[in-house]
């Protein structure tokens, strides 16, 4: 099994930073692609941004030029450095990971328990 373990959300004020923390561990053979996710009040899941095992890297485009995406490939983490926070950007952040596991033949897609993120006066 694998599991996920998010942290780093809070409360912080418009234009204030934050920074989320993710690690994976379990029955890992690999990790190809890590991503943090994040779902509003009443709105879809959405992505934020992505990172491959490789160093490549996307955005959705209302965080590009705030947010920068990392990760650790030794220690399977990843991170989202988060500065010039909006208050739309209040929601619940997830990370996720495309694991094969060790005993695995495909690939899938893991998902942590989420970190609140809100970003309030």
């Known amino acids: 099994q694998v599991q996920l373990v998010e942290s780093g959300g809070g409360l912080v004020q418009p234009g204030g930073s934050l920074r989320l923390s993710c690690a994976a561990s379990g029955s890992i053979f690999s990790v190809n692609t890590m991503g943090w996710y994040r779902q509003a009040p009443g709105k879809q899941r959405e992505l934020v941004a992505t990172i491959t095992r490789g160093g490549f890297t996307d955005y959705a485009l209302s965080v590009k030029g705030r947010f920068t995406i990392s990760s650790d490939n030794a220690k399977n983490a990843v991170y989202l450095q988060m500065n010039s926070l909006k208050p739309e950007d209040t929601a619940v952040y997830y990370c996720?990971?495309?694991?094969?596991?060790?005993?695995?033949?495909?690939?899938?897609?893991?998902w942590g328990q989420g970190t609140q993120v809100t970003v309030s006066s």
């Open positions: 996720s990971a495309r694991v094969r596991t060790t005993f695995g033949v495909n690939e899938r897609d893991y």
